[in-house]
Structure formats: structure tokens, C-alpha cells
T-cell receptor
């Protein structure tokens, strides 16, 4: 079963606008990661935030984590058509396996 | 070097056939993972290897699913007596070390069971 939910399920914006995606999860985590998946291709790691961090930046990406609410957000600033993809959050859980538990994803469309 | 590669990229099987899916991880990567991704869903964990040891197989949906990594490098996911509900994309991922959180994913094998 999947860990949590991304919201919205789908998002359509114009090039240059910002895109915000949210992720909620259920169990205690070691870290939370965001991945991007282009149509028909594998997942690409974007950014990782640890459970003791609240915010992290990488280029045009900004991730926040609120462990008290079990939620995270991914902000993509100044979006480009090439950002069109599905975005998934994935959690690394405490105690045991190295596996990642993914959400259902947000499908982002950036219109030129 | 090259990323994670998987073969075949597409596989069509008749219900009841056995299939074998191959994963070549990034050279030197210790950890290897298999995930199943149904259409419109996020990947779901199947199994995890550290070198040749299968440390977690809790996600394998039935005893028809079997995975191996005999020499700690290439891995094979085998599905016996395929069913229509097995239709999905099977993703392989590897990571450099145990406890290294970032996973590198292959392009996946799309399995269609008729």
C-alpha cells in the first residue's frame, strides 16, 4: 500500500509561474524525497530532506517538511515547459528496510 | 558510467506464461530494489537486495514472484504463471551503499499480460 497522498493530483500552469505540490504521509520517517518521472521514463531523484530539517533548496526547487503535520511541499519556481512530468514524494521509514514508500504523484503540465 | 539498465523494455505475455525481467544496476552499487508501478499510481516496493542477500521481500504480492541477485550485481525478477493483474511497469533501482538514501532508477520494463 502507498504511504500517502500528493495533492493536487493534477496541476496545469503557464510557463514562468510557480508550481506547488503537497505530500502527506502516515508513519514516522527518516527522510522524505521528491522524484520526477517523465512520460515513459524512469524516476529521477530531485531532492532529499531529512526528518530533522525544515526546509531545503536546490536550484529552482524548494522543499519544506513539517513532521508534526506529516506533510511536505515542493515548490518549483519560474517553471519551464521541460518541467512537465509527474512528481512523487517518497519516504524512507524508520527501522529496517531501505525501501522507499511512494505517494500517488502529481501530474504537472507547464504550458508554453 | 552507464545508469541502471533494464531488459526487455516491453514484454507481452499470455496469461499463464512465465516471464523473467533483468536489471543491471550501476557498477559497484551495493543495494538493489524492485518496484511495481501500476498505471496512474506511484511505485510500490517489491523486494530489496544488499549485495547478493535478499534482505526484504515483504512487497512481493504472491509466491509467483521470485527475485534473485546471485553474484551481487545483475538481478532477475521472475513471475510465474502470469495473471492480468501483473500488468504493470517493473522498475529497478540501485544505490551506492546500504543506508544511502538516493536511489537511481532504470527505465522500467512494461509488462502486459493478455
Amino acid at each position: 500500500s502507498q504511504q500517502g497522498e500528493e495533492d493536487p493530483q493534477a496541476l496545469s500552469i503557464q510557463e514562468g509561474e510557480n508550481a506547488t505540490m503537497n505530500c502527506s504521509y502516515k508513519t514516522s520517517i527518516n527522510n522524505l524525497q521528491w522524484y520526477r518521472q517523465n512520460s515513459g521514463r524512469g524516476l529521477v531523484h530531485l531532492i532529499l530532506i531529512r526528518s530533522n530539517e525544515r526546509e531545503k533548496h536546490s536550484g529552482r526547487l524548494r522543499v519544506t517538511l513539517d513532521t508534526s503535520k506529516k506533510s511536505s511541499s515542493l515548490l518549483i519556481t519560474a517553471s519551464r515547459a521541460a518541467d512537465t512530468a509527474s512528481y512523487f514524494c517518497a519516504t524512507g521509514t524508520q527501522g529496517g528496510s531501505e525501501k522507499l514508500v511512494f505517494g500517488k504523484g502529481t501530474k504537472l503540465t507547464v504550458n508554453p | 558510467g552507464a545508469g541502471v539498465s533494464q531488459s526487455p523494455r516491453y514484454k507481452v505475455a499470455k496469461r499463464g506464461q512465465d516471464v523473467a525481467l533483468r536489471c543491471d544496476p550501476i557498477s559497484g552499487h551495493v543495494s538493489l530494489f524492485w518496484y511495481q508501478q501500476a498505471l496512474g499510481q506511484g511505485p510500490e516496493f517489491l523486494t530489496y537486495f544488499q549485495n547478493e542477500a535478499q534482505l526484504d521481500k515483504s512487497g512481493l504480492p504472491s509466491d509467483r514472484f521470485f527475485a534473485e541477485r546471485p553474484e551481487g550485481s545483475v538481478s532477475t525478477l521472475k513471475i510465474q504463471r502470469t495473471q492480468q493483474e501483473d500488468s504493470a511497469v517493473y522498475l529497478c533501482a540501485s544505490s551506492l551503499e546500504a543506508g544511502e538514501e538516493e536511489q537511481f532508477f532504470g527505465p522500467g520494463t512494461r509488462l502486459t499480460v493478455l
